[in-house]
């Protein structure tokens, strides 16, 4: 072989060793080192659903999933859904135009109805806005970004929410610049309200605060003030020139009944607070992933209360805007067909309560399998007193653990449960593993 030959082959790593120094010394070095961004978490109830979806055991059972399932543990999409479903793909003047900044007309006219009532007063007196969302997630957000930006309040002042609440809404509020701090709400004794604790830290609140709360089915426990409380509530509240702001996921899926999931709302708007609500059709609907929401926001009754929404909801706008521009049409087209049309809408209440009922059922028949084998009546009875797609269970995170490593039965470490994750085929098998931990672990 020639001399010239060999020689160039054997430069040929070392020319390549040089090459790849000069880029390396043409590079710009990140300016985002780990320092200034570390690694962030893992979303706790993604990880879970993700250890779930690897776990290859045919006994695994799913209580974390925040979403409905059937009796063989299936998505159910609403019968009611799927007849709008077949209108819309009939209809030959559907297209995919952009919506409105503000969203669908006809279906944020008819979430407001079904939120405040068709006769609430704000309605009448023209001192309600509403602006389609995605889902209750924008909608929350847009209305805590509106409040960072426009309610009067002193420095730092803070939003209060319960303790403990949707995770999310620690998120939320942090990065629209609002502080945050809790009021209790949940007893670990009673495992029921702590209502004496939640009254008197929002009695205790600086004046003025933003004072959230769940309308009803409350996430994570499951447990919601009375009517009589709620009455009391407002007492405080207006007492302490506070501003209420309500989150209502459920709708109808927590009772099966509209009007009285709606309560809280509804009588708050007739003692004539100027609030906000934000509203998702995501459970009610079984629309998860069309994120499908509503925000509404009503001023106080007085001469100049249209002339107030009005501003308000043009800066609701421009917040609307410079975010996500216009909101997306699927969703809110399938729901308006439904709260627009009487036969849809009563077809949607019959839905309504077959998931309702079921949630209902697997909640006496976790409770009656588990007293059964501890043989103490109204040991569980916290399971059947709360309410909704959620229950606190009062388990602990190590037993919560033991739960999933030795039954493969999952869920949020605090001791939520999704009711929904239930079925005849699985309650009496999930009784039997959290009584056994329960007994084994302290």
């Known amino acids: 072989m020639p001399q010239s030959s060999t020689a160039s082959r054997a430069s040929k790593p070392s020319e390549r060793l040089s090459n790849i120094k000069g880029h390396m010394e043409g590079c710009n070095p990140t300016a985002f080192h780990k320092d200034n961004v570390p690694q962030a978490p893992e979303d706790p109830l993604f990880g879970l659903m993700a250890a779930y979806r690897k776990d290859d ?105 319960s303790s403990p609440t949707w995770a999310n809404h620690n998120q939320i509020f942090t990065n629209v610049h609002l502080p945050i701090k809790t009021y209790p709400y949940f007893s670990t004794q009673t495992k029921g309200l702590d209502f004496d604790g939640m009254r008197s830290t929002i009695e205790g609140a600086p004046e003025g605060s933003i004072i959230l709360m769940h309308a009803c089915a409350h996430n994570p426990t499951g447990v919601d003030p009375t009517r009589e409380q709620w009455m009391e509530l407002a007492k405080v509240i207006r007492a302490r020139k506070h501003f209420p702001f309500f989150d209502c996921a459920y709708q109808g899926f927590a009772s099966g009944n509209l009007e009285n999931d709606a309560w809280a709302i509804r009588y708050f708007v007739s003692e004539g607070f100027e609030m906000c609500v934000a509203q998702s059709f995501a459970k009610n609907f079984g629309l998860y992933g069309e994120r499908a929401g509503c925000f509404h926001f009503i001023t106080g009754a007085g001469p100049d209360a249209q002339n107030t929404i009005g501003r308000i909801g043009s800066q609701l706008a421009i917040l609307q805007r410079s975010e996500i521009s216009n909101p997306p049409a699927y969703g809110a087209r399938i729901a308006s067909l439904v709260l627009n049309d009487p036969a849809l809408f009563k077809e949607w209440e019959s839905n309504l309560q077959t998931m309702a009922g079921r949630i209902i059922d697997m909640r006496k028949a976790l409770r009656s399998k588990l007293e059964e084998l501890n043989g103490k009546e109204g040991s569980w009875k916290h399971i059947t007193d709360q309410i909704g797609m959620f229950s606190f269970t009062g ?21 939520r449960i999704s009711m929904a994750g239930l079925n005849t085929k699985n309650v009496e098998y999930t009784a039997k593993a959290i009584d056994k931990v329960v007994r084994e672990t302290q």
Not at 90 to 117: C, M, R, S, V
Not at 125 to 148: C, N, Y
Not at 398 to 409: L, P, S, T, Y
């Open 395 to 415: 388990l602990t995170e190590k037993q919560v653990m033991r739960m999933k490593d030795e039954a493969h039965v999952y869920m949020t470490k605090n001791g």
């Open 57 to 161: 055991s045919d006994k695994k059972v799913d209580l974390g999933i925040g979403a409905y399932r059937d009796d063989n543990a299936k998505p159910w999409v609403l019968p009611v859904v799927k007849q709008a479903d077949e209108i819309l793909r009939k209809d030959p003047n559907l297209n995919h135009e952009y919506l409105p900044i503000a969203g669908l007309a006809d279906f944020t006219t008819a979430a407001q109805k079904l939120i405040l009532g068709a006769n609430s007063p704000a309605i009448k007196e023209k001192r309600a806005v509403s602006f389609q969302t995605i889902s209750g997630t924008g909608a929350v957000h847009l209305g805590g970004l509106f409040l960072s930006r426009f309610l009067p309040r002193p420095t730092n002042q803070p939003i209060y929410f």
